[in-house]
C-alpha cells in the first residue's frame, strides 16, 4: 500500500466514523423517555400511545444499530486491507 493509498483510506474510516457517530447521536437524542411519558401521563388513551412510541424508538434503534454494525465491519475490512 502506497502512502497515498493509506491516507485515502484514513480519511474515508474518519469520514465513515464522524458519520456514525452523528447517527448514533441523532437516535440517542431522539429518545426522549421522560418527555414521552409526560406527553401522555394525562391522555386517556396514553399507556397505548406511549408503547406504540416506544415501540418505534426500538424499531428506528435496532435499524440504526444495524447501519452502525454494518459501518464498522466496513472499517475493519479496510483495516484489514492496510495490512
Do not use: C, P, W
Not at 43 to 71: L, P
Amino acid at each position: 500500500m502506497t502512502k497515498n493509498q493509506l491516507i485515502n483510506q484514513i480519511h474515508s474510516i474518519k469520514i465513515d466514523l464522524k458519520y456514525l457517530k452523528k447517527d448514533l447521536q441523532f437516535r440517542l437524542e431522539g429518545n426522549d423517555i421522560k418527555g414521552t411519558k409526560a406527553k401522555y401521563k394525562d391522555d386517556v388513551n396514553g399507556v397505548a400511545k406511549t408503547s406504540g412510541t416506544f415501540e418505534a424508538y426500538t424499531i428506528m434503534d435496532n435499524d440504526t444499530f444495524k447501519r452502525a454494525i454494518k459501518s464498522i465491519e466496513k472499517i475493519e475490512e479496510e483495516l484489514g486491507e492496510a495490512k
